[in-house]
């Protein structure tokens, strides 16, 4: 077990995040800082220090006298994390085709032939979504690392809370696992042969097949922010 409170509290901000990210703690769920720090046998201030820490990120609401719930999906905030993202990452793109060498893309593509042994499993079982996730998210985290901006990477992660559980959500549903790794491997070879215009084409082709809003809007309506005065959905007891 930890020991250290900072260590503690960012072992609880942790363990909670990822919850809320992989729609383990669905959106407008009651958390309770007691109930997390019996389960995770830490103690109550680290615990509160980490729903602070995730409350200033916007992935919960900490409401006075009434609770902690899993904030709603604010598909605006979806929408912009998205704009930074595809910009940002354009310009690693940019920085990836001058500048990449034969074992960088060798690198990448260990990671596609890992994603297209997770993918084979036609039942897509909850540990293989999981790893099929996690691999892609490794996959454009190495494009930030090899181009010197991990950094750049982590900065931005702070800001994609709201847009990492729409896609966690969407690809859950209304996955298509074999375009996205497809998209993958043309990213690589466009960036082999020093193509920027077609690769920038392909990532901003890349991110959009995860953005389609009606669908999700239909079958989870309650897990979204209507507007800035829509209230929780009737609370759900947390996991």
């Known amino acids: 077990m930890v020991t250290q409170r900072g260590s503690n509290r960012d072992y609880v901000y ?4 990822n919850n809320i990210l992989n729609m383990k703690l669905e959106p407008g769920t009651l958390i309770s800082e007691k ?12 615990t509160r220090e980490a729903f602070i820490k995730l409350a200033e990120e916007e992935l919960i609401v900490i409401y006075p006298q009434k609770g902690s719930f899993v904030s709603l999906i604010d598909l605006e905030q979806v929408d912009e994390a998205r704009f930074v993202r595809e910009h940002m990452e354009a310009a690693i793109l940019r920085i990836a085709c001058a500048t990449f060498e034969e074992k960088d893309l060798l690198d990448l593509e260990a990671l596609i032939s890992q994603q297209v042994i997770y993918s084979g499993n036609s039942d897509y079982e909850k540990a293989n979504l999981e ?6 998210e490794e996959f454009h985290r190495t494009l930030f690392i090899k181009c010197g901006k991990e950094w750049t990477w982590n900065v931005i992660q702070q800001m994609l809370g709201h847009y990492k ?3 966690n959500l969407l ?7 074999e375009t996205i790794i497809l998209q993958h491997m043309r990213i690589v070879e466009y960036i082999r042969n020093r193509n920027f215009e077609m690769v920038e084409q392909e990532l901003r082709s890349h991110l959009k097949t995860r953005f389609e809003k009606d669908a999700l809007l239909k079958k989870y309506p309650n897990y979204f922010k209507e507007s800035a005065d829509r209230q929780f959905p009737p609370l759900k007891k947390m996991l």
């Not at 690809?171 to 696992?177: E, G, H, Q, R, S």
């Open 14 to 17: 942790e363990i909670v995040k």
């Open 131 to 136: 790893k099929l996730h996690a691999l892609d």
């Open 35 to 46: 109930e997390i720090s019996e389960k995770l046998k830490v103690s109550r201030t680290p």
């Open 165 to 167: 559980r729409f896609r």
């Open 171 to 177: 690809l859950a549903v209304y996955f298509d696992w």
